[in-house]
């Protein structure tokens, strides 16, 4: 399997569970401004939606959209832990997890990256922001994880979070959530995974 990414953005939870699950995979960074990837092609040929995480597998099949890529990669381990089985009640609350993270965390951080959107305009998607990160950490404060144990849904929460300084927001206003995120981000899997993207040259 091939994961296409860039440094620090969503594609670092697929890259975590990829490790997590210790399945073989080549990293090929993507540069977002001229969509060029390191191996030398146009990465809108391989992604027509031009924008990471993408995982080509061995037989050619592309999967986009973070939730579904990590959904599928769990599936190649049977037995894991870091997803319910495919047809149960659990993985539906899983996949609401990953809903809420993608449209509610994700999503609405995009336009706090957007230097053409005005502070008055930021504002009003922060302050929706912040109603989001409390209710996580009214969920956080006496669990560890969203669900039992440490799953993927964790692994693309901790990265959302890991953008929170980019925009200026101090992540210690929410104890559990900062706790949180120090618990996530001490995993093995997790400091591999960023020292591995940080180790790879700009295309
Ligand atoms: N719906 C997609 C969104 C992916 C996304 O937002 N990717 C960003 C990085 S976090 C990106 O590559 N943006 C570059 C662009 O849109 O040109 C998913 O959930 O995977």
């Known amino acids: ?10 594609s670092l939870s697929p890259h975590i569970v990829l490790r997590e699950l210790g399945l073989p995979f080549e990293l090929i960074r993507v540069d977002n401004h001229t969509k060029r990837t390191a191996d030398g092609h146009d990465f809108r040929e ?52 990953l809903n809420f993270i993608s449209s509610e965390i994700h999503g609405a951080s995009a336009p706090l990256f957007n230097p053409d959107i005005v502070q008055s305009v930021k504002a009003v998607f ?3 922001l912040f109603k989001r990160l409390d209710y996580l950490n009214r969920r956080l404060a006496d669990q560890d994880f969203l669900m039992t144990g440490f799953g993927v849904a964790d692994a693309y929460l901790f990265t959302v979070l890991t953008w929170l300084p980019t925009f200026n927001i101090d992540i210690a206003q929410w104890p559990a959530l900062s706790a949180y995120q120090q618990r996530v981000g001490a995993r093995p899997s997790v400091l591999s995974a960023i020292a591995a993207e940080a180790a790879t040259l700009p295309v």
């Open 1 to 10: 399997m091939k994961l296409y990414f860039a440094p620090m953005t969503c």
């Open 46 to 97: 391989i992604n027509p939606k031009g924008y990471v995480a993408a995982l080509r597998l061995d037989n050619g099949e592309v999967l986009t959209e973070g939730p579904a890529i990590l959904q599928f990669l769990a599936d190649q381990v049977p037995g894991n832990t870091l997803a319910p089985a495919a047809g149960t009640w659990e993985r539906i609350r899983l996949q609401e997890h």
């Open 126 to 128: 922060r302050q929706r």
